[in-house]
C-alpha cells in the first residue's frame, strides 16, 4: 500500500459543505483515505499545497470524443488537424488535433476524470468502444441512441407492451456496452428518409404510424422501470429553430413528472420576435424548468470561432448545410436508425444570431438557481471545443468580463437580453458542483465526484489566480487513480483508463425477437453485432455497474 497526503488544501467539495475550507485529504493507492497510522505516515508522499484549490476530477456529461460522426469529421476537415507540427516521442500522436490522444491529454490538463460520448449508434457501437479504448488519461462511457431505430419503431406499430420494449433497451444497453439511453429528434431519422424535412413533438413518423411523443415516452418509461442510473438523454426536435423554446416546454411537460435529461438547451433557446424574427427565450426556457423538478439540462453553451456540427439529428444538419464554413458538408443514411450529419461552422462576433446563442446560452447559466440539475457543456465539439472550457469558467464567475465581451458584440443583443443586468457570479463552490458532484450523481457514480473516504482518488488541483481562463486551462497537479499524471500543467505519464459499461438483466425471449427481425430485414447478421471485451485490448479495460454495484472483468 501506498499513501499519499495533500496537506494545506483550499478545498471544495459540495457533498461535504466544503467551501475552501483548509484540509488534509489522504490517498491509499488509488482511493481517498482515513488518516493511517503514524508507521504509514512517516513513509508516505507529501504534497504542499499551499495557495492552491482542489476538486474532485470535472465530469463531462456530454462530449461528442468517438464514433462515426466524430471520425467522419476529420476526414472531412483535415486542414483542421496538426499533424504537420513534430510530435514528441514519449507521447505519440498528441500533436494531431482531436485524435483520441489529443482528446485524453487536453482533458487531463484541465483536471477532467470522465467523460460521457453521449451519441453512440448501436451499430457503430464496436468501433466506439475501439476509440474509447484509445483514448488515454480519462475514463468514459457512452449513451446508446434509440429513437428513430425500425425495429423499436415496429414494436410500437404493432403495439408491443412496455415490457416487451423495455427488454429491448436492456438488451441493446449490454449488447452495446453503453452507460445509458441517447434519444435523438424521436422518430426524425426514420421521417427524414421518407422525405420529411421538418418534425414537431406530436407529428407521426410515415409507415409506423406512431408519433414523436409517443417514442419519447415509451423509452423515458423504460429507462425508469429498468432501472438505468441516468435519465433518458433527450435531443429534442426542431434543434436550432426560431421559436423552439415552445418544443422545449413542451418536451419539459411531457416527461409527465418521470426523471428526464434534456442535452445542449441553448439550442432551444430561441424565441421568434423582434426585428430578424430571433429572440431570446431563456427567461421562459428557466421559468418552465423551475416548474419541473425532475428535468437535468446541459446547456451546450456557444463560444466564437471556428469549430464543426456534428449529430445523429440528420433533418438539423441537412437544413444548415448552406452555413457550411468552409463550405462543405456530409449528410448521411444507413439502415436501421442511422443518419447524421458534418457541418463545419464559424460563430462570428460580428453576426447578431451568432453573439445572440451566445448571450441566450449565459441567460440560462446566469438564471439557473439550481446548479445540481443544470450542467455545464458547450455540446462539443457542436457550440465550442471542450478547450474553450475554462474560458466559459470565467464568463460564469466575472462579471465584469462578461460586459467585457459583450461590449464587442452587434449592439442590439444588450437590449434583447437580460445579460446587463444579470450580475451573478458563480463561486468556486457552485463551479464544484455543477462540474463534479452534480455529474456524478446524475450518472449514478457514487465513487466519484467527491472527496469523501472510499472515493476515487481522481482530484485535480489548481493554482488560485485571478486569470481564471489560465487558471482552469492547466490544472497544477491532477491525480488519476492516485497517481500524479498532471505536474504544471503538463501530462508526465500516458495512463490507460476505464470505460464504464452498465449490466443490464432482460427475458432472453427478447433475442427471439431480435434474431427474427435481423434475419429478415438486416444485412449484419446477430452474431457479428454488438461490442466483444476484446474490442478493448486493454486488461480489464470495462468497469461494468449493475443495479446492485460496479465490478471489473
Not at 478545498?11 to 490517498?27: C, R, V
Not at 464567475?397 to 434583447?416: F, G, N, P, V
Amino acid at each position: 500500500m501506498a499513501y499519499s497526503c495533500l496537506k494545506n488544501a483550499k478545498a471544495y467539495d459540495p457533498t461535504q459543505k466544503w467551501n475552501g475550507s483548509m484540509q488534509e485529504i489522504w490517498l491509499e493507492d488509488d482511493r481517498i483515505c482515513a488518516e493511517p497510522n503514524a508507521d504509514d505516515q512517516a513513509k508516505a508522499t507529501y504534497y504542499d499545497l499551499t495557495g492552491a484549490v482542489v476538486m474532485a476530477s470535472a465530469i463531462d456529461i456530454h462530449s461528442h470524443i468517438a464514433g462515426g460522426n466524430v471520425n467522419t469529421a476529420r476526414l472531412l476537415l483535415p486542414d483542421q488537424h496538426r499533424n504537420h507540427l513534430q510530435r514528441q516521442k514519449v507521447h505519440p500522436f498528441q500533436c494531431a488535433k482531436w485524435s483520441s490522444f489529443d482528446t485524453g491529454y487536453r482533458y487531463a490538463e484541465m483536471g477532467y476524470g470522465l467523460v460521457i460520448e453521449p451519441a453512440m449508434l448501436p451499430v457503430n457501437a464496436p468501433q466506439v468502444h475501439a476509440e474509447l479504448a484509445d483514448i488515454p488519461m480519462i475514463d468514459t462511457g457512452a449513451l446508446a441512441i434509440l429513437g428513430s431505430d425500425d425495429l423499436l419503431l415496429r414494436l410500437m406499430r404493432s403495439n408491443a407492451s412496455q415490457a416487451q420494449i423495455n427488454d429491448y433497451v436492456s438488451w441493446t444497453m449490454n449488447s452495446t456496452k453503453a452507460m445509458g439511453l441517447k434519444v435523438i429528434n424521436p422518430g426524425g431519422a426514420q421521417a427524414f428518409k421518407l422525405g420529411v424535412e421538418t418534425f414537431g413533438l406530436d407529428d407521426v413518423v410515415p409507415d409506423y404510424g406512431v408519433s414523436s411523443r409517443h417514442i419519447l415516452q415509451t423509452l423515458q418509461t423504460a429507462v425508469a422501470q429498468t432501472g438505468i442510473l441516468h435519465p433518458v438523454h433527450v435531443h429534442c426536435n426542431n434543434l436550432g429553430t426560431p421559436g423552439n423554446i415552445g418544443t422545449l416546454v413542451e418536451t419539459m411537460e411531457a416527461a409527465q413528472g418521470l426523471p428526464m435529461h434534456l442535452a445542449h438547451v441553448q439550442f432551444y433557446g430561441y424565441g421568434d420576435d423582434g426585428n430578424y424574427g430571433f429572440s431570446s427565450g431563456a427567461a421562459r426556457m428557466m421559468e418552465a424548468f423551475a416548474k419541473h423538478p425532475n428535468i437535468t439540462m446541459d446547456v451546450g453553451q456557444v463560444l466564437f470561432g471556428q469549430t464543426v456540427t456534428l449529430s445523429g439529428d440528420v433533418m438539423a444538419q441537412y437544413s444548415r448545410r448552406d452555413d457550411a464554413s468552409p463550405s462543405k458538408w456530409i449528410v448521411w443514411h444507413s439502415e436501421n436508425e442511422g443518419s447524421g450529419g458534418i457541418v463545419p461552422y464559424q460563430y462570428k462576433q460580428g453576426s447578431f444570431v451568432n453573439g445572440l446563442q451566445w448571450a441566450i446560452g449565459l441567460e440560462i447559466f446566469l438564471l439557473s438557481d439550481d446548479p445540481w440539475r443544470l450542467f455545464f457543456t458547450t455540446d462539443h465539439p457542436n457550440g465550442a471545443p471542450f478547450t474553450r472550457y475554462p474560458e466559459l469558467i470565467h464568463l460564469l464567475m466575472s462579471y465584469d468580463y462578461r460586459m467585457a465581451c459583450l461590449s464587442t458584440l452587434h449592439t442590439e443583443i444588450q437590449q434583447m437580453t437580460l445579460l446587463k443586468d444579470l450580475k451573478r457570479e458563480y463561486s468556486l463552490e457552485e463551479i464544484a458542483m455543477m462540474t463534479r458532484a452534480a455529474p456524478a450523481k446524475l450518472l449514478g457514480q457514487t465513487d466519484r465526484g467527491h472527496l469523501q473516504i472510499g472515493a476515487k482518488a481522481d482530484i485535480a488541483i489548481y493554482h488560485q489566480q485571478e486569470d481564471l481562463t489560465k487558471m482552469f486551462r492547466f490544472a497544477d497537479k491532477v491525480f488519476k487513480d492516485g497517481e500524479l499524471i498532471v505536474k504544471d500543467g503538463q501530462v508526465l505519464t500516458q495512463k490507460q483508463t476505464k470505460t464504464l459499461s452498465l449490466a443490464m438483466g432482460y427475458n432472453d425471449d427478447i433475442e427471439t425477437v431480435i434474431q427474427s427481425y435481423m434475419d429478415q430485414y438486416y444485412s449484419l447478421k446477430l452474431s457479428n453485432y454488438g461490442v466483444t471485451e476484446d474490442v478493448n485490448p486493454h486488461p480489464n479495460g470495462f468497469a461494468y455497474q449493475s443495479l446492485e454495484g460496479v465490478y471489473s472483468a
